[in-house]
């Protein structure tokens, strides 16, 4: 795995727990949404989503590996289109994760 990859793990971990973070279904979920949320911030219109999933849903189910990598190559077009080094937003994500979980830890303590 990546640096980026390792250090997110580790994140999530923390934040969602170990057993989710292995749970398949839970990542996927997560995924969708998060997709979703883009979808709908790079002004993605909601009646356009059921004929893209029915395209989805009308091929062959890619392999994981496969389908992790077509969504990377898209969301770097994404991020060029929107004028987004989408590794920094990556790493500006795990900066925001680290010190929310920090700041919740400092709470606990209290």
């Known amino acids: 795995m990546s640096e980026y990859q390792n250090k ?10 170990h ?4 749970d398949l279904n ?13 979808y709908f911030a790079a002004g993605g219109a ?4 059921q004929p893209i999933i029915e395209k989805v849903y009308s091929q062959n ?7 992790v990598g077509d969504v990377l190559y898209k969301l770097a077009g994404v991020g060029h289109a929107a004028d ?6 990556g790493y500006n994500k795990l900066d925001d994760t680290k010190q929310k979980l920090a700041g919740e830890n400092l709470h606990l303590s209290r």
């Open 19 to 22: 057993e989710s973070l292995l």
């Open 26 to 38: 839970d990542r996927r979920d997560a995924f969708l949404y998060r997709a979703l949320e883009l």
């Open 61 to 67: 189910k890619p392999r994981v590996d496969i389908a």
């Open 84 to 89: 987004i080094d989408i590794i920094q937003a």
């Open 8 to 17: 997110a793990v580790r994140l999530l971990a923390s934040s969602v727990g």
């Open 46 to 49: 909601l009646d356009a989503i």
